[in-house]
T-cell receptor
C-alpha cells in the first residue's frame, strides 16, 4: 500500500536556481498539504489543496514560492529563484477531508540545501 | 505567529519511567488535536489524537490529556522505552477548516 511519495529526497542547488519538489498523495485522498520543517518554526504549513484547488496559501513565504496541483495524484512546489534561507526539509502530506479522524499522512520529505 | 507551542525543545527520561510532553495553543477554534512522532530522515507518523469533546484518550502506553480551559494538552508515555526516542510534534485543527497547525517539536531521549 503506497504512502505519500516525494521526490527528490535530497536536492543541493546554488542560489538563484529553480527548485521543483514533487509529491504524489495517497490514492483517494482529496486534501494535500505542503509543510516546511525548520528548527525555529517546526512544521510550518505553506499551502494546502482541497480537491486540487488551493484553499489557503497564506503560509507561502513570498512570491518566489508557488505550488500547483494539476490533478488528484500530483502536486509540485516550486522555488524560483532559490536562496540559502530556503534550506529546509519540505514535507508533503495528504488526507481524506471530512473524515472525523482527519489524520495526516506524510511523505518522507525532500531535504533542500541552497548554497 | 505560532498558534501551537511546544516550549520544551528536549526531554530526557530513564527507561521505564513516565515521559510527559506538553503543548499549548492559542486558538479557541481548535477542536481536534493530534500527536505525531518523527524519526530522523523519515516523515512524521500519527501517534494519537483527541477531540475537544473529550479530556482524555488512551492507546496502550500513550495517553493524551486535554485541558480546554487552559488551552493545554499533554502526551504521557508509560513506561518509556528506548524506541520511543524521537521528535514529537503536537498539532491542532480548527473547526472551520482543514488546516493542521504544528508546534516546533520536542526531542525525547529515553535512556536505557
Amino acid at each position: 500500500d503506497a504512502g505519500v511519495i516525494q521526490s527528490p529526497r535530497h536536492e543541493v542547488t546554488e542560489m538563484g536556481q529553480e527548485v521543483t519538489l514533487r509529491c504524489k498523495p495517497i490514492s483517494g485522498h482529496n486534501s494535500l498539504f505542503w509543510y516546511r520543517q525548520t528548527m525555529m518554526r517546526g512544521l510550518e504549513l505553506l499551502i494546502y489543496f482541497n480537491n486540487n484547488v488551493p484553499i489557503d496559501d497564506s503560509g507561502m513565504p513570498e512570491d518566489r514560492f508557488s505550488a500547483k496541483m494539476p490533478n488528484a495524484s500530483f502536486s509540485t512546489l516550486k522555488i524560483q529563484p532559490s536562496e540559502p534561507r530556503d534550506s529546509a526539509v519540505y514535507f508533503c502530506a495528504s488526507t481524506l477531508s471530512g473524515v472525523n479522524t482527519g489524520e495526516l499522512f506524510f511523505g518522507e520529505g525532500s531535504r533542500l540545501t541552497v548554497l | 505567529d505560532q498558534q501551537v507551542k511546544q516550549n520544551s525543545p528536549s526531554l530526557s527520561v530513564q527507561e521505564g519511567r513516565i515521559s510527559i510532553l506538553n503543548c499549548d495553543y492559542t486558538n479557541s477554534m481548535f477542536d481536534y488535536f493530534l500527536w505525531y512522532k518523527k524519526y530522523p530522515a523519515e516523515g512524521p507518523t500519527f501517534l494519537i489524537s483527541i477531540s475537544s469533546i473529550k479530556d482524555k484518550n488512551e492507546d496502550g502506553r500513550f495517553t493524551v490529556f486535554l485541558n480546554k480551559s487552559a488551552k493545554h494538552l499533554s502526551l504521557h508515555i508509560v513506561p518509556s522505552q528506548p524506541g520511543d526516542s524521537a521528535v514529537y510534534f503536537c498539532a491542532a485543527r480548527p473547526n472551520t477548516g482543514n488546516q493542521f497547525y504544528f508546534g516546533t517539536g520536542t526531542s525525547l531521549t529515553v535512556i536505557p
